[in-house]
C-alpha cells in the first residue's frame, strides 16, 4: 500500500466523523489528523471537496464539455484523452474511491458509464470501449474523486491495458477464494425494492447527447 494512503480503517473512522454533530466534529477531527503522517495529511486534503477539482468540474467551477449531465453523475470529455471521445463520468457527490458509494449510487454510474460506451460505437465509430477505474494511488487515481474511465478504442490507437498473467498456485487461489467468497454483500433486497420504485428519479436513456 502506498504509505500516503489512508486504510480502510481510516477511511470509515473519517466518514464517522464527517456524521457528527459540527461542535464535536472539530475536536475529534484534531485527534484523528494527530494519527496521520504528513503524506496522509496531504492525501487527504486532496480529498476534501474543498479544492478537489473534479468537484469544481461537477460544479460547474471549471468549464468543461458536457456530454450528459443528471441528479448524480455527470459525463465530461477529458481534457487530456487517451483517445479520441475519452470520457469521464463522475458522481456529483465527492467520495475518493468506487468502494465508497453506495450500491444505488454505483449502480447508477457503472449504467451511465455503460451507455456512454454504446453512444462511442454509435456515433464516434469506436471499435472497441474499455471501461476503467482507479481505486487509489497505486492503482494510478491522480485525483481523489471516484471517476469511471470510458476509452474508445480505434484500430492503430496505439494503447496497451494488457498485462503479464503469473501462474497461480492451487494453494493460494484456495486461500483467496475461502477470503473471498461470501464476503461480497449488496444492499438488502428492500433497499433495491425502493430504488426501483425510484427509478423515476433516473433519467430516460435519450438524454445521452
Ligand atoms: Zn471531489
Given at each position: 500500500?502506498?504509505?500516503?494512503?489512508?486504510?480502510?480503517?481510516?477511511?470509515?473512522?473519517?466518514?464517522?466523523?464527517?456524521?457528527?454533530?459540527?461542535?464535536?466534529?472539530?475536536?475529534?477531527?484534531?485527534?484523528?489528523?494527530?494519527?496521520?503522517?504528513?503524506?496522509?495529511?496531504?492525501?487527504?486534503?486532496?480529498?476534501?471537496?474543498?479544492?478537489?477539482?473534479?468537484?469544481?468540474?461537477?460544479?460547474?467551477?471549471?468549464?468543461?464539455?458536457?456530454?450528459?449531465?443528471?441528479?448524480?453523475?455527470i459525463a465530461v470529455l477529458d481534457i487530456?484523452?487517451?483517445?479520441?471521445?475519452h470520457t469521464l463520468v463522475i458522481p456529483?457527490?465527492?467520495?475518493?474511491?468506487?468502494?465508497?458509494?453506495?450500491?444505488?449510487?454505483?449502480?447508477?454510474?457503472?449504467?451511465?458509464?455503460?451507455?456512454?460506451?454504446?453512444?462511442?460505437?454509435?456515433?464516434?465509430?469506436?471499435?472497441?470501449?474499455?471501461?476503467?477505474?482507479?481505486?487509489?494511488?497505486?492503482?494510478?487515481?491522480?485525483?481523489?474523486?471516484?471517476?469511471?474511465?470510458?476509452?474508445?478504442?480505434?484500430?492503430?490507437?496505439?494503447?496497451?491495458?494488457?498485462?503479464?498473467?503469473?501462474?497461480?498456485?492451487?494453494?493460494?487461489?484456495?486461500?483467496?477464494?475461502?477470503?473471498?467468497?461470501?464476503?461480497?454483500?449488496?444492499?438488502?433486497?428492500?433497499?433495491?425494492?425502493?430504488?426501483?420504485?425510484?427509478?423515476?428519479?433516473?433519467?430516460?436513456?435519450?438524454?445521452?447527447?
Open positions: 500500500m502506498n504509505e500516503e494512503q489512508l486504510n480502510q480503517e481510516q477511511i470509515e473512522e473519517l466518514n464517522n466523523l464527517a456524521s457528527l454533530p459540527k461542535e464535536e466534529q472539530q475536536a475529534e477531527l484534531q485527534k484523528f489528523l494527530k494519527k496521520l503522517s504528513p503524506e496522509q495529511i496531504e492525501f487527504l486534503k486532496k480529498q476534501q471537496g474543498n479544492g478537489c477539482i473534479f468537484c469544481s468540474i461537477t460544479e460547474g467551477k471549471i468549464p468543461s464539455n458536457v456530454i450528459y449531465e443528471d441528479n448524480h453523475v487530456n484523452p487517451a483517445s479520441r471521445g456529483k457527490k465527492h467520495y475518493a474511491v468506487t468502494a465508497l458509494m453506495p450500491d444505488k449510487e454505483a449502480e447508477h454510474l457503472f449504467n451511465i458509464a455503460n451507455k456512454i460506451s454504446k453512444a462511442l460505437f454509435d456515433n464516434l465509430k469506436s471499435e472497441g470501449t474499455n471501461i476503467f477505474v482507479a481505486n487509489g494511488v497505486i492503482a494510478g487515481q491522480n485525483v481523489a474523486h471516484a471517476v469511471v474511465h470510458v476509452i474508445p478504442r480505434y484500430k492503430d490507437d496505439g494503447l496497451n491495458f494488457f498485462w503479464a498473467g503469473k501462474k497461480a498456485n492451487d494453494k493460494d487461489m484456495g486461500d483467496i477464494k475461502k477470503l473471498l467468497a461470501g464476503k461480497i454483500k449488496i444492499e438488502e433486497e428492500k433497499k433495491i425494492h425502493k430504488i426501483e420504485k425510484k427509478k423515476i428519479d433516473y433519467p430516460e436513456e435519450e438524454r445521452i447527447a
